[in-house]
């Protein structure tokens, strides 16, 4: 079975730096990725997802995230956070023959203003 | 309304009670997920619904968890003789297909006292 490892528990900016959170999977067969968010007091939204074809995706509210096949890996960026990026994130990896989605543990991202 | 339900959003209950958590999905959603988070962990799949297919059942910790979803709609998780350790957040998630994005409900805080 497919396993998602998120090695940042939690991070600490400030306000216009750049944020990479990263996301690494084990899987040897094709996998569907995905980044969510849970905002406080919110249930778990979609950020961005990758099925195939560009390896850089990009999301809602200035997120991207790259690809990278050979490092078994996914890591969710944006160049400038803000203070309303405050939320947990999660990585998500669904292998396309079977039936569950497997997720990180989540990384809580804070921003100071 | 346009997202998934869940109801209740909290429930405490002495050990050894039995539970009833039930999830409301998207209308025309096929694949319906329930997940549990526990303080500190990432999503822990328990079970899969397709359409009329058999579900799989594949992440249910025990024979004391069993669901149901009743004419492809509503599902019901049920827990029988709550443990301390059942305390956590179950989530409901449905999508198109299960290789498509899951839209999750706001969850239910379990407590077992």
């Known amino acids: 079975a497919q396993s998602v490892s998120q090695h940042n528990h939690h991070v600490i900016l400030s306000e216009a730096a750049s944020l990479e959170l990263g996301c690494n999977y084990s899987y040897g067969g094709t996998v569907n990725l995905f980044w969510y968010v849970q905002y406080p007091g919110q249930h778990l939204q979609l950020l961005l997802k990758y099925f195939s074809g560009d390896p850089l995706v990009k999301g809602i509210k200035g997120f991207e995230a790259e690809f990278i096949k050979s490092k078994f890996s996914f890591n969710l960026r944006k160049p400038s956070v803000q203070w309303s990026d405050t939320a947990e994130y999660f990585c998500?990896?669904?292998?396309?023959?079977?039936?569950?989605?497997?997720f990180g543990a989540g990384t809580r991202l804070t921003v100071k203003p | 309304g346009a997202g998934v339900s869940q109801s209740p959003s909290n429930k405490v209950t002495e050990k050894g009670k039995d539970v009833e958590l039930r999830c409301d999905p998207i209308?025309?959603?096929?694949?319906l997920y329930w997940y549990r988070q526990s303080l500190g962990q990432g999503l822990e799949f328990l079970i899969y619904f397709q359409g009329n297919s058999a579900p799989d059942k594949s992440g249910l910790p025990s024979d004391r968890f069993s669901a149901e979803r009743t004419g492809g709609s509503v599902s019901t998780l049920t827990i029988q003789r709550t443990q301390q350790e059942d305390s956590a957040v179950y989530l409901c998630a449905s999508s198109f297909d299960r290789n498509q994005p899951q839209h999750f409900g706001d969850g239910t805080r379990l407590s077992i006292l």
């Open positions: 998500a990896v669904n292998a396309r023959n079977n039936n569950d989605m497997r």
């Open positions: 209308s025309g959603h096929t694949a």
